[in-house]
């Protein structure tokens, strides 16, 4: 594939406004996750305190892109990302200013759910400039604002021990205001969005077998991914020991290989396929999640996590390669269905990691169950994969043959 071909065939403008949607979304949606070990101290949490509060933001996020996604393809990406963007503003405003309970916080983080729902916006808005040949990298590409949340992790403690965790969510609300603009300016709904169907007619998605296997699947990569990049600074200060600071920089490391292997995931799934593709990353997350479950000296679980963070990001990559072609007409309702599942694995899996651990004094455990569920998307991809007519493969091989055979059948 040359280079050359990819920016001929959809619209740079929109695709890199799309990346600073998502990217400066995810850095407002995990700022709560960036700033845990500032606020912890000021409410005196527990371990699983802390798990709850980073992962609420998540599950928040998980609600609304439901509603965002079913936007986006009834209005239009552009129109729904400039509604979500002005909303973003509310809990920026009121963390610096109202936060200043555990409980308000809670409130706060919830609502911040609105910029982890762009997830189900910017995708469609960049995918839907790209045919089929070129989904895997167009949707890393925009994808890749998963980077925002290492932005969160190696600023937001910094900013903290400067102007405190309050003020933050003040500059942050600056970040959204910046990016609104070049939004305006930049971005354009494709020619090929579809013609806005009644809202009810989106529910027949759900009762698509492939709509759910795909939402597991990525409750797990992309759970995974966001669950560790809001919990690993605690993970790091708790553990390791080791200063606010400090903490938020071992995090941001590992969070910035999730975070730029995206596109790699989208681009080799295009080559290779994305069903051999996540299977073989499924196994890969399951051994590295196993090791890291070991609590090796510092250098090591830094090393295991880099690389556990990496093989999350190509999953995400990996995972949106294939739903596009699947449900390329219901693109936005599905990835917000698809994202929903996601912000719920990474709802679950900080609270896991602080409820086992304040029970048994160990991160242990939540690293095993973790380990455990990639082991099981492994399978699962096997056993469902065996239903599909037809195969990815690179090289020319085009996705657009994934159907279930029950369907190709009712085609006919």
Same mark, same amino acid.
């Not at 371990?47 to 996020?61: H, N, S, T, W």
């Not at 013609?195 to 009810?200: E, Q």
């Given at each position: ?97 109202? $936060?200043?309970? %555990?409980?308000?916080?809670?409130? &706060?983080? @919830?609502?911040?759910? /609105?910029?982890? *729902? !762009? #997830? ?90 492939? $709509?759910?296997? %795909?939402?597991?699947?990525?409750? &797990?990569? @992309?759970?995974?991914? /966001?669950?560790? *990049? !809001? #919990? ?105 269905? /698809?994202?929903? *599942? ?71």
């Amino acid at each position: 594939m040359q280079l050359r071909d990819f920016l001929r065939s959809g619209h740079t403008p929109t695709l890199v406004s799309a990346f600073l949607y998502f990217d400066v979304s995810f850095m407002v949606w995990v700022l709560i996750g960036a700033l845990a070990n500032s606020i912890a101290p000021e409410f005196a949490l527990t371990d699983a305190q802390k798990g709850f509060m980073v992962a609420v933001p998540i599950l928040g996020g998980a609600v609304l892109r439901l509603i965002l996604g079913l936007l986006a393809d009834h209005f239009g990406p552009r129109r729904t990302a400039i509604v979500g963007m002005i909303l973003t503003l509310v809990p920026l405003v009121l963390g610096w200013t109202w $936060a200043t309970t %555990f409980h308000r916080l809670l409130g &706060v983080g @919830f609502l911040l759910g /609105v910029a982890g *729902a !762009s #997830f189900a916006v910017a995708l469609p808005l960049a995918s839907r400039w790209y045919p089929p040949r070129h989904q895997g990298l167009a949707m890393g590409i925009a994808g890749a604002g998963n980077s925002g949340t290492a932005l969160a992790t190696f600023f937001g403690p910094r900013l903290a021990e400067h102007i405190g965790w309050h003020a933050v969510f003040g500059l942050a609300a600056a970040a959204i205001g910046l990016t609104f603009v070049a939004f305006i300016l930049m971005a354009k709904d494709s020619p090929n969005q579809p013609a806005p169907k009644p809202l009810a007619d989106y529910w027949t998605i759900l009762q698509e077998r492939d $709509a759910w296997w %795909f939402s597991l699947f990525y409750s &797990v990569t @992309f759970g995974g991914f /966001v669950g560790l *990049a !809001s #919990f690993l600074s605690i993970f790091f200060r708790d553990q390791y020991e080791l200063s606010r600071v400090a903490a938020g920089a071992f995090a941001t490391l590992c969070v910035v290989a999730g975070s730029f292997l995206r596109p790699v995931g989208g681009y080799l799934a295009d080559r290779f396929g994305g069903i051999r593709m996540l299977t073989g990353l499924y196994v890969a997350i399951g051994a590295v999640m196993l090791a890291v479950a070991t609590l090796p000296p510092l250098a090591g679980v830094t090393a295991a996590l880099f690389v556990g963070m990496g093989l999350l990001g190509m999953g995400n990559g990996a995972v949106f390669q294939l739903v596009p072609q699947r449900f390329s007409r219901e693109i936005g309702v599905v990835t917000g269905i /698809v994202g929903a *599942a996601g912000g719920g694995g990474g709802f679950i899996l900080p609270n896991l990691l602080g409820t086992i651990r304040q029970f048994t004094g160990s991160f242990s455990g939540g690293f095993v169950v973790f380990a455990l569920a990639g082991f099981a998307c492994a399978g699962a991809l096997v056993y469902v994969s065996r239903a599909w007519q037809g195969v990815f493969v690179g090289r020319g091989g085009l996705a657009a043959n994934l159907v279930p055979v029950s369907i190709a059948a009712e085609s006919e």
